[in-house]
Structures are given as structure tokens and as C-alpha cells.
């Protein structure tokens, strides 16, 4: 029992002297390396803060290790001269297939910059920081460093001129692609390369052949370069060579034609493929591809304005005022020439309607009343084209009709009301061509309206109306002081107008004279005026303030006739409103009840707009219907 025990406590101490031996193994390496550490730091420090090169450090074969820079400036320049001296470069220089040339160099003509080789071997070592500055002691110890030299030719050095002569017995300028306009084709000439030597390679061939100390005969063939022509952008000639074929047309501004132009183009793809098959300087030949405008210049001149599509006259009447308006506004609108797609709007052009755009005060309609009010009458040339557009079968854009019928116009419901801003009348040239509109007043009172154009369809248009139903105006009477007691008086202001309701349609008719499609247009209710009779309030137990008997409604409708193929009807002599006129009345008249006019639609798809302008607004709110 006590053996086995005291054997234990033998091992116990060997296994203790066994990790002691360990532990100082490990404390003896430790030491070691902190002492190489250190030991490296103070090597680092002292390249580091060092100014001699480090050992075993050659340039150009030129030991520099522990100089400073200047002794190794002073070193280089003294071995500078013989560093190369004995030394020569060969190399071989192939002018064609058949023919090449040998060229030698000495080496009295290379030299180097002492200056820049002693900077760079004394920043060896120094220019990885100073943990840096060890390793590369440690590699010059070791192996060394062998620095490249910064060679170039000496100033009297002859190889300018030899590779300058080599150059001029092969040298070709490249031709670059240029190309040409004839005719209707596309001359490409396809450019050539050129050829010649890269005189600054071959400089530089020789001096890494000094540099590395080549003695292979030759050191290194040279062949000439080709330079082939710039890539020719066929799509950048394409952009150059491109023109969109253009109609003929008139100016926007000046309204003056605009010569058609051809369009011109080529194939991108195909001028690609015969290119690529034409050889250097030889020329290709593509053809243009040529678009023929629509409308040639010519087509276009002999086209314009060549037919009358309209053709319109209404009789003028009313004061010297109304006339002078309606002639002002005539000369604002003659001379329109509206371009296909182009509106005309004929505030746009006759507005403002005030008296510094000259116009005069003349009859109106304003609240229910005829009073004069400034550009009065003007309405009837708007009228009378908006008549010229429907013969001319153009597109109507924007019209209103007026409160009562004006009575001008020979159709029933082709009268278009304007004033301020709105309403307005506008319609559209939806024809292929320009047109042009001629208007004027005559000493005899008519204003004429002429559309100018180019009749493409042989279709005019016949506008009518159906009078759906009629209102006849009645006659009321009111109080005003100043009436003489016992008398009364027509209130000039306020004649009486029948009201009507009408559908306007519009026959399209063939050079033939045969309706081909006949269009509903819109339908228009024009409000009746009663005649007002005046008395003084002092009389007003006769009359009480009644209205006299008034005419019921027609209920039977009535349809004014198609106009002829004159499209240019002469109306009768009788163009205003007729007013209804009565006597005085001599007894208190019997109050009656009108009945309401028919408001049934009519049998269409295309109704327009059928609205009144309301006369309940006063002229400052700009709702006043112009006669």
C-alpha cells in the first residue's frame, strides 16, 4: 500500500517537471521573437530615418548601395558616358514582302538622367512607411535591388533621322470615305489605308533592348503599320442624306405657299452590303429612294382657292349706324384664309365689339328690348357665313341662334348670334385644301359672302328648315307717367315678333343635282314679343294692367321649301322682323291664355345646339343677343 502511494507522488513530479520544461521552452521563444520584433523596429527606424541607399542597390549595373543621393548622382555621371558605350542594338526593318532593311544603334547615343535614377534608388525602402523600411533592408540584404534606368536618346543622336528615311519609302497617307450627291444616287468612295512606322515604338524597342541588355540578333523585327480609314457611319450619313417628303402648303403666318419638297432616303442595310463588297478606292453606288409629295407645288397653285363653295348675299337694312357696323366687320373677315383643319372664329377676328375697335351704337335686342347698343347689326354677317359654311358643307364648330328671327335670311334657323366673348360663332375647314373667304357690303345694302377652296367631292350643300310650330304675339299693355292722361302710346322698343320652333336639315347635293344624304341639323325655338302698348297710370281703372287678347299657337306645322340649286338665293325685299301693327285700342281689352309651343324632338341622331340665349340678363352680365 505505502509503494504503490509513494510511486505516485514519483510520477506527480515528474509530470511537474515536465510542464516546467515546457512553460521555459515557451517563455524562451517568446523572448526570441519579442527581441526579433524589436530588434526589426529598430532596423525599420533606422532605414527609415536613414539618407544612404541600401545595400547591394544597382542601377544600369551601377552599384549605388550605401551612397547617399548626391554620391550617387556624382557615380552615375561619371559612369554615365561608358555605361553603354560599348554596348549597340540591332534590328531588322521589313519594307515589304521582298525587301527589309538592317538598323544598327550604338549605345553612345543612349544616355540617362542621373538625377531621376539616384532620386528613385534613395526613396527605395522609404516609400512603404517605416514598418515598410525593414522589409526591403531585409530584400536588398538577401537579394539585392536592381533599379531601371530612365534611358533616352543623347541629342546628337542619329536615329531620327534613319527611321525618318525607313518611313519615307513605305509611308501612306490614309483616304478617308467620302461620299457625294448625283442625281438620284448615293457615290460613296470608299477611302484606302495608309501605311508607315510607329517611330516612337521602335524608340522605345531599342532603349528596353539596351535597358535589358538584349545581344539576339536582330533584337526585334519592325513591320509597317496600316492605319485603315475611320468606320464609315452609314447612319449618320443616312441623318445627313434624309429629307421628308413635304406637300405643298401655305404658311401658317404669312399664308404664302410653301414649295413641296421630295423625300429622300436609301436603304441603310443594303448600302451596308455593297460597301462592305467594294474594295478600298473604288467607288459605290446606291440608289436614293425618292418619295413624291402628295400635294406638289404646282397641284397646289393651280388648286387654290380655283372654286367657289359658297356663294351668299342678305339684304342690309336699318340705321347708318348698323350699316357702317356690318361693313367694319366685313372688312375684319375679308381676306381669311383658314388652312385644312384650321378654326375660324369670328369673335377671334371682328372682337372686341366695343367703339375703340370702331364700331357704332345700333339696334339690339337687349332684355327683351331693340335698343342701340354698340356694334348692333353685326350679327348679320356671322349669319350670313354661317349660311355660306352649310352650302360650303364645312364643319360647324360653335353657333347660337338669336332670341327672335332676325327674318334676314332666306332659311329659317341658319342665323348664328355673337357678343362679348361668348357666344361665338366657329367652324372648322375640314377640307384637304386651304380656303379663303371673300366678303363685302354694296352700295346697294347687300352683304355678299364667297368661301373660295377646292372642290374635291362635287357636293354642296342645300340647308331648310320645318317649322314645327308657330307662337303669335300678343299685345299687353303697361304703365308709363310719361303718356299723356287719356291717350296711350306702341312702345317702339318692343314690336312684336311671332315665335316660332323650327328644325333645320341640310340636303348634300351632287354636281347632278341629286340629293345624295340629307343631315338634321339642330332645332331652334325663337321666343315671340308681344307688341306693348303704353297708357298713363292715372288710366289704369280703363286698362288694369291686363293684357289684351293674344293669338294662340298654330298646331299645325308648316316646311319652308328646299332652296334650289342657286345657292345663292336673293331674299325678298322685306329682311327685318315684321312687327305687328294694330290700332289704338279703344276699349278695355279681354285678357286670353296662350298655350305652349310643341317641344316634341325631332327624328334624328344629330341634334346641335338648341338652345335660347336667355334675355333676362342685363348688358353689364354680357347675355345680349346683337342684331
Given amino acids: 500500500m505505502g509503494r504503490q502511494q509513494k510511486g505516485k507522488r514519483v510520477g506527480a513530479g515528474t509530470k511537474f ?23 526589426y523596429l529598430c532596423i525599420c527606424g533606422y532605414v527609415y530615418a536613414g539618407t544612404k541607399i541600401l545595400p547591394r542597390t544597382s542601377a ?26 560599348q554596348q549597340e542594338v540591332t534590328f531588322l526593318v521589313r519594307l515589304d514582302q521582298e525587301e527589309s532593311r538592317t538598323v544598327t544603334v550604338s549605345g553612345s547615343e543612349i544616355t540617362m538622367d542621373p538625377l531621376s535614377t539616384a532620386e528613385k534608388a534613395a526613396r527605395l525602402g522609404r516609400e512603404n512607411g517605416v514598418l515598410g523600411a525593414g522589409a526591403s533592408w531585409l530584400k536588398a540584404v538577401l537579394v539585392g535591388h536592381k533599379l531601371d534606368t530612365a534611358l533616352t536618346f543623347s541629342t546628337d543622336s542619329g536615329i531620327d533621322a534613319q527611321l525618318t528615311a525607313l518611313t519615307t519609302e513605305v509611308e501612306q497617307s490614309v483616304v478617308e470615305t467620302t ?85 429622300v432616303s436609301f436603304d441603310i442595310a443594303g448600302a451596308r452590303a455593297q460597301l462592305d463588297a467594294t474594295e478600298e478606292g473604288d467607288i459605290c453606288v446606291i440608289a436614293l429612294v425618292l418619295e413624291a409629295p402628295s400635294i406638289t407645288t404646282q397641284q397646289l397653285t393651280s388648286n387654290l382657292f380655283k372654286d367657289t363653295l359658297a356663294q351668299t348675299q342678305t339684304k342690309c337694312s336699318g340705321t347708318s349706324a348698323r350699316l357702317y357696323n356690318i361693313a367694319l366687320a366685313c372688312s375684319y373677315v375679308d381676306g381669311t384664309i383658314l388652312l385644312p383643319g384650321e378654326v375660324f372664329s369670328y369673335t377671334d377676328l371682328c372682337g372686341p365689339y366695343s367703339e ?30 354661317y349660311w355660306a359654311t352649310l352650302v360650303a358643307n364645312l364643319e360647324t364648330v360653335e353657333r347660337t341662334h338669336h332670341t327672335y328671327d332676325p327674318g334676314y335670311l332666306p332659311v329659317v334657323g341658319t342665323d348664328a348670334t355673337v357678343y362679348g366673348t361668348s357666344p361665338d360663332f366657329r367652324f372648322k375647314n375640314d377640307t384637304a385644301y386651304p380656303i379663303k373667304i ?55 322698343e318692343r314690336t312684336a315678333y311671332t315665335g316660332k320652333k323650327v328644325e333645320v336639315y341640310l340636303n348634300l ?35 288694369n294692367g291686363s293684357a289684351a287678347s293674344q293669338t294662340p299657337a298654330s298646331e299645325s306645322p308648316t316646311v319652308s321649301p328646299s332652296p334650289s340649286a342657286d345657292v345663292s338665293p336673293s331674299p325678298s325685299a322685306d329682311v327685318s322682323p315684321s312687327p305687328v301693327t294694330s290700332e289704338t285700342p279703344t276699349a278695355t281689352p279681354s285678357p286670353s291664355t296662350e298655350p305652349s309651343p310643341s317641344t316634341a324632338a325631332p327624328e334624328s341622331t344629330t341634334p346641335s345646339d338648341t338652345s335660347t340665349p336667355a334675355e333676362s340678363q342685363s348688358v353689364g352680365e354680357g347675355m345680349v343677343a346683337v342684331q
Fill in 356 to 385: 375703340a375697335n370702331g364700331y357704332q351704337k345700333a339696334g339690339a335686342y337687349v332684355n327683351g328690348k331693340t335698343v342701340d347698343t354698340t356694334a348692333g347689326g353685326i350679327c348679320q354677317l356671322s349669319s350670313t357665313l
Fill in 438 to 492: 371673300s366678303c363685302y357690303k354694296d352700295s346697294s345694302q347687300y352683304v355678299h359672302v364667297t368661301i373660295y377652296g377646292t372642290d374635291t367631292t362635287g357636293i354642296h350643300g342645300e340647308p331648310y328648315s320645318k317649322v314645327v310650330s308657330t307662337t303669335a304675339a300678343g299685345t299687353v299693355y303697361e304703365a308709363d307717367a310719361s303718356v299723356p292722361v287719356g291717350t296711350t302710346k306702341v312702345d317702339s
Fill in 179 to 263: 461620299y457625294a450627291l448625283a442625281e438620284n444616287n448615293l457615290m460613296i468612295q470608299k477611302g484606302t489605308s495608309g501605311m508607315g512606322f510607329d517611330v516612337a515604338a521602335i524608340k522605345e524597342q531599342i532603349l528596353d533592348s539596351f535597358l535589358n541588355q538584349v545581344d539576339t540578333q536582330p533584337a526585334f523585327v519592325v513591320d509597317p503599320v496600316v492605319s485603315e480609314p475611320e468606320e464609315f457611319s452609314l447612319e449618320a450619313l443616312y441623318q445627313e442624306v434624309y429629307v421628308a417628303a413635304q406637300d405643298a402648303h401655305l404658311d401658317t403666318t404669312t399664308k404664302e405657299i410653301v414649295p413641296a419638297v421630295t423625300g
Fill in 509 to 543: 347635293v351632287d354636281k347632278s343635282g341629286n340629293v345624295v344624304e340629307t343631315k338634321y341639323l339642330h332645332t331652334d325655338t325663337y321666343a315671340k314679343r308681344d307688341r306693348v302698348i303704353l297708357y298713363n297710370p292715372a288710366d289704369s281703372a280703363s286698362y
Fill in 17 to 39: 517537471l515536465a510542464v516546467l520544461g515546457k512553460r521555459k521552452l515557451l517563455i524562451l521563444v517568446v523572448a526570441i521573437v519579442v527581441i526579433l520584433f524589436v530588434l
Fill in 60 to 85: 544600369g549595373g551601377v552599384s549605388l548601395g550605401g551612397l547617399t543621393q548626391a554620391q550617387a548622382v556624382q557615380t552615375l555621371e561619371e559612369d554615365a558616358g561608358t555605361l553603354y558605350a
